[in-house]
């Protein structure tokens, strides 16, 4: 091999490596990333019933009484939630969806804060 073609196979070499550690970092990156976004989105929401609990107690003289654990699978994978009860329990978070036979909604239906 002439020097001007060991030299582009090492270029060659250089940039598949390089190609390579970047790909690999991305992928971490978007895994982390997933992750935070998820657990923000999970913390928003668990805060946002929390907060309707409070507004529903104050109007309803009702006091909370602790919390049920439901989980809430979504694009970013399944949300574990804490959701509040009260006393009277007629308070009712309009998060999750009722099943029922009827075909799918959007979305904006289901999430009801």
């Known amino acids: 091999m002439k ?53 529903f107690n104050q109007q309803n003289g009702d006091v909370g009484n602790g919390f049920y654990l439901r989980g809430l699978q979504t694009a970013l994978g399944k949300l574990n939630l804490e959701v509040p009860r009260t006393e009277s329990t007629t308070l009712n978070p309009h998060f999750f969806h009722r099943p029922t036979k009827e075909p799918m909604r959007p979305m904006t239906n289901y999430l009801l804060l």
């Open 3 to 55: 020097n001007k073609e060991i030299m582009e196979e090492m270029v060659k070499e250089a940039i598949k490596e390089k190609v390579a550690e970047i790909l690999g970092n991305w992928k971490e990156l978007k895994n982390f990333v997933g992750k935070s976004i998820k657990e923000i989105l999970e913390a928003l929401v668990n805060e946002l019933m929390l907060d309707k609990r409070k507004i």
